[in-house]
C-alpha cells in the first residue's frame, strides 16, 4: 500500500480540530471522561495511521486523502499541490496489529456506551490522530517511544495463545 501524504490544508484542518475540540473541552470543566476519550480517539487514530497495511491502515489512509486533505485544501483555499513528506515506516510488527486491534475494540466499545459528546470527541481524537500519524516528527516520535510499547503488548498477547504464531 502507497503511503498517504498529508497536505498543508489537512494539517490546517488537524491542528483547527485539536485546537477546537481542547478548548471546548477546557471550557466545560475539563472532566476526566471527556480528557479519556479525546486521548483514546487521538491513540487510535495515530496507532491507524502508522499501520503499515491491513485495514486500520487502509482506514486511516482514506480518512486522510478523502475527508482531511480535500477539507482542510478547500478551507485554506490551497489546491492541495503542497504535501508534507512522507513519514517513514514505524516498525509495528503483527503483534503491535493485534494490540491495535483491541485498542480498537475497546474504543468502539466506549462509542457505543457513550453520549453525542464524547462520541464527537472520540472521532475528532481519531480524525486529528491519524493525520499526525503521517506527519514525520511526529510519526519518528512514536516510532521511537510508543510502537516498542505496543509490539510488546501484542507480542505477550500472541505468546499467550495455545498455539505457536510464527
Known sequence: ?????????????????????????????HQAPSAAAIGGGLLIGLLGALCSGGLLGWAARRLVTGVTNPLGNAASGDTGSQLLPQAAPSG????????????????????????????????????????????????????????????????????SLPFQYS
Open 1 to 29: 500500500m502507497t503511503p498517504a501524504q498529508l497536505s498543508l490544508g489537512g494539517l490546517a484542518l488537524a491542528v483547527a480540530v485539536l485546537v477546537f475540540t481542547v478548548i471546548r473541552w477546557w471550557c466545560t470543566g
Open 92 to 159: 509495528m510488527t503483527a503483534g503491535g496489529g493485534v494490540a491495535t486491534t483491541l485498542l480498537l475494540v475497546v474504543v468502539l466499545l466506549a462509542w457505543r456506551c457513550c453520549d453525542n459528546q464524547l462520541r464527537r470527541q472520540i472521532a475528532a481524537g481519531a480524525l486529528v490522530g491519524s493525520s499526525v500519524g503521517l506527519i514525520g516528527g511526529a510519526s519518528g516520535l512514536a516510532a521511537l517511544t510508543l510502537i516498542p510499547a505496543v509490539n510488546h503488548f501484542g507480542d505477550r498477547i500472541l505468546a
